[in-house]
């Protein structure tokens, strides 16, 4: 099989697995700007005066809670490792944040209902073409493994319709052999269904895929379905402590992964 270097290790490939978000797209960039705003627009109705009233948090509270309940840091403007704002699935942050309303005095259904209605607002399409940014050349390693005969999956929490688009964006949609989302109708991470699909769907035996993801929960799936190599990348939400325990080899960025002739 081919060959590739991934940072300091040889491997010789038939499939590589990446994650999406802070793998192939810029996972602070994209989806702490949409945290932002979406947690901007659920607090927008509520007043100091009107909170003091019903016994409820002010704005700043409020929006303090919706941040904690998923995991993220916004004055660091940094998601914390393991959070579910790093690897839930989107159904499962938005029920979060429904529930988070609902402790803070909102109605369940009027709670859940407006989460998901300013969520499809915010990643309405041209929402999302200003906010999908690459880590690195994908076009161009995309490129190589398909030219070297490598075959590529994508394996991602985030929803099939907003995977294509971010794949279509990103210049690789057509270089993408598999794709497996957080709505597919099989276990999430870290589960290894999903992978154990893809080695059946593409023909390619687990010993010789490579697992790439920023997350733990990336590297756990892959070492549970028995890839041949799992790789952490820097690039989203782990940080290197969280994925040297279940990562074979931990890379800055993706430019670090060659084709070896």
């Not at 209902?113 to 076009?139: H, I």
């Not at 688009?165 to 290894?192: E, H, T, W, Y």
């Not at 279940?246 to 060659?258: G, M, T, W, Y």
Request: glycine share 8%.
């Amino acid at each position: 099989m081919p060959g590739l270097r991934v940072g300091d290790v040889l491997f010789d490939a038939g499939l590589v697995v990446f994650d999406k978000d802070g793998t192939l797209l810029d996972f602070e960039f994209m989806w702490g700007t949409l945290l932002r705003s979406l947690v901007a627009a659920l607090t927008a109705d509520v007043s100091d005066s009107e909170a003091s009233a019903a016994n409820a948090p002010a704005p700043g509270a409020l929006a303090r809670a919706l941040y904690n309940d998923v995991g993220y840091d916004p004055r660091a403007g940094r998601t914390l490792p393991q959070s579910p704002w790093s690897m839930a699935t989107t159904d499962q942050v938005l029920t979060i944040l429904a529930a988070t309303l609902y402790r803070h005095g909102r109605p369940w259904p009027a709670a859940e209902a407006v989460v998901r209605a300013e969520w499809a607002r915010l990643s309405a399409a041209a929402a999302m073409a200003r906010l999908v940014r690459p880590t690195g050349d994908l076009v161009a390693l995309f490129t190589g493994l398909q030219a070297a005969g490598i075959r590529t999956a994508v394996d991602t929490t985030d929803d099939r319709r907003a995977t294509e688009q971010a794949l279509r964006l990103l210049g690789i949609a057509a270089l993408v052999d598999s794709i497996a989302c957080g709505d597919d109708a099989l276990p999430p991470k870290p589960a290894p269904d999903r992978l154990l699909a893809t080695y059946r769907k593409l023909g390619v035996p687990a010993a010789h895929t490579v697992m790439v993801g920023d997350t733990a929960f990336d590297l756990v799936m892959g070492r549970q379905a028995g890839v041949g190599l799992t790789v952490g990348v820097l690039t989203g939400a782990g940080d290197r402590a969280t994925l040297a325990p279940h990562a074979d080899v931990i890379l800055d960025s993706l430019n670090e992964i060659k084709i070896v002739k």
